[in-house]
């Protein structure tokens, strides 16, 4: 029973990674772990069931086993910081390197390739166009600026919690609540582009910032609707930067 739970836990925990190809250094370090204290735990249990008869042996392999699991807990725990610690250096390089775009104005801006998008921020666009369907020439601009103003202020009020949770395929996420009032409200009176404007911005805002709600920006790629890698956004720099270059000379 010990060796066929000792089995299961390796099992769980390989499923739990999905397909085992996928599974990085980290992963598998954690399952060869598991592995030694599934045979740990058998070879315990064996000797207290006086099953095997070879103390010497059993003790020699016992011992073994400890000190290959120690030298992997303790290779784990330095690639676990080994990770953490890349993971801030990369944070740290987005955000010089936002820094230094945003510097350059519109060098890289939301018409190019890639560029940054300040997560949580409403587009005026739809705006301008619901109100000029509903309002006179006159009104419409400045309707359209007041209800931008309005939305973009709501978004960003941390006590506004249009959200729920719901099950899709066994994870639980977190989607808009289509049912809250203020959001139907807006649909019916602005129109779904509004709408969808809106629900795609808390959305982000949700994502990147849920505790403070103020807009957070982010390298983008706009051609395909995602964020965009340190590689690309390096490649697209020296790419415009080799274009200017040759307009100078």
């Not at 000792?6 to 598998?28: G, N």
């Not at 592995?35 to 058998?42: A, F, I, N, P, S």
């Not at 940054?116 to 409403?122: A, D, S």
Request: charged share 35%; aromatic share 10%; proline share 3%.
């Amino acid at each position: 029973m010990e060796q066929i739970k000792a089995e299961e836990d390796v099992t769980k925990l390989a499923e739990e990674h999905k397909l085992e190809k996928q599974i990085d250094q980290k992963q598998q370090l954690e399952l060869k772990i598991e592995q030694l204290k599934g045979k740990l735990r058998v070879i315990k249990h064996l000797v207290e069931e006086d099953v095997l008869d070879l103390p010497e042996r059993v003790d020699a392999l016992n011992g073994k086993l400890e000190d290959e699991m120690e030298y992997l807990e303790n290779l784990n725990e330095a690639l676990f910081y080994k990770e953490r610690e890349s993971n801030y250096e990369l944070q740290a390089a987005q955000k010089e390197l936002i820094k230094g775009l945003q510097g350059f104005g519109g060098f890289l801006s939301g018409w190019t390739k890639i560029g940054i998008k300040r997560m949580g921020e409403l587009h005026p666009k739809p705006f301008r166009v619901a109100c000029k369907e509903r309002y006179s020439v006159d009104e419409a601009a400045k309707k359209a600026a007041e209800l931008y103003s309005v939305w973009q202020n709501e978004i960003k009020q941390p006590s506004w919690q249009p959200y729920k949770i719901v099950d899709i395929d066994g994870v639980k996420r977190e989607v808009i609540d289509e049912d809250d009032a203020k959001l139907r409200n807006l649909r019916i009176e602005l129109g779904d582009d509004v709408y969808n404007a809106v629900t795609n911005a808390l959305m982000e805002i949700n994502e990147y910032n849920p505790s403070g709600r103020f807009v957070v920006p982010e390298l983008w790629n706009f051609k395909h609707g995602r964020k965009a890698t340190m590689a690309e956004v390096i490649k697209y720099v020296f790419k415009q930067w080799r274009g200017t270059k040759r307009k100078w000379y």
